[in-house]
């Protein structure tokens, strides 16, 4: 605990921050949401306080942050009552939001899911993230699908009692979603206002190759938010080939052409910046980073940076 606290605080001290408020004058509240916020998704701060990584996001330009409200994230669902608020509070004192959390709720019955999502709706955060869900193989995929479907109906009805809004993460893999077409068959008879898509351009094009299109296109009408993120091909020591996370507009994504689409949606909702690419440990949510944590600070800024650009390039507002 003396190591880490000695790393965080350098790490902060070198970048400009102190630990205390004085210094923080000039971050000064926004007096309005914007559009669409760049978020941050914080698993990569998690070697922080919250109130540390927030300092961190407003220095660097960010409208806000992505926060794990799960098993293992920032806040631990049995804390939510007393943390979720207060987390809200400290990053409106940074001039920042979050309007948006990452969550382990796939069923309304289970421990902790309904109190997470009545303290997030309580807080002014709208949108969340759900968990996610596993097939069961010893009974076909339609079996799977429609009695997830039934939770799907469940949990939009609970969102709308609550004004909030569940997206479920399309995650390249065997689970629930890697097709897109999965999602369909879930959020079909569900209101999109209350309950839809989190839509990961990386995870779709790493499973739809070129025809990730026609999977977004079959659910556009239940994205709001989306996740950006970049990957490429390549091989590992033993010469297998797997997917590797890089930094924004070094990989395969196709983001001008996915832009193009996303803006025809006329979706105004959160956008979550995640950083997966190797971190020295932080990108898989670690309390210890072996990187310099002001490069860490960098290539987020990097990201969020050449992202804005792009939005800029296709026109949308943000």
């Not at 978020?39 to 942050?65: H, P, R, V, W």
Request: with cysteine.
């Amino acid at each position: 605990m003396q190591r880490r606290n000695f790393i965080r605080t350098t790490a902060l001290s070198s970048a400009g921050i102190g630990l205390a408020e004085t210094g923080m004058a000039n971050l000064a509240v926004n007096g309005k949401s914007k559009n669409r916020p760049l978020c941050a998704f914080t698993k990569c701060l998690q070697f922080l306080t919250i109130e540390e990584g927030g300092k961190i996001l407003a220095k660097n330009g960010f409208d806000g942050a992505d926060l794990l409200v799960r098993p293992g994230g920032q806040i631990e669902p049995k804390n939510v009552k007393a943390e979720l608020p207060q987390a809200v509070k400290t990053y409106q004192k940074l001039g920042l939001e979050i309007p948006m959390i990452v969550t382990a709720v796939t069923d309304p019955s289970e421990p902790f899911s309904m109190e997470t999502l009545q303290v997030a709706a309580d807080s002014g955060i709208r949108y969340y993230r759900m968990g996610w869900l596993a097939y069961d193989f010893a009974k076909s995929i339609q079996q799977n699908l429609d009695g997830y479907r039934k939770i799907f109906e469940k949990l939009a009805r609970v969102n709308e009692k609550l004004g909030i809004h569940g997206g479920y993460q399309n995650h390249s893999g065997l689970h629930v979603g890697a097709p897109v077409w999965d999602l369909y068959e879930l959020v079909k008879e569900v209101d999109p206002k209350y309950l839809g898509v989190q839509y990961d351009i990386r995870h779709a094009q790493t499973e739809g190759g070129y025809s990730w299109m026609l999977g977004m296109k079959r659910v556009e009408p239940w994205i709001r938010t989306i996740c950006i993120k970049d990957f490429v091909w390549g091989k590992d020591a033993k010469g297998a080939w797997h997917h590797q996370n890089v930094m924004l507009g070094e990989g395969m994504v196709s983001f001008d052409e996915f832009l193009k689409e996303y803006a025809s949606l006329k979706v105004e909702a959160p956008i979550s910046i995640h950083y997966e690419y190797d971190l020295g440990g932080a990108e898989t949510g670690k309390k210890t980073t072996t990187m310099d944590p002001e490069k860490i600070f960098g290539m987020m800024k990097k990201d969020l940076d050449w992202f804005r650009g792009s939005l800029a390039k296709n026109n949308i507002e943000f």
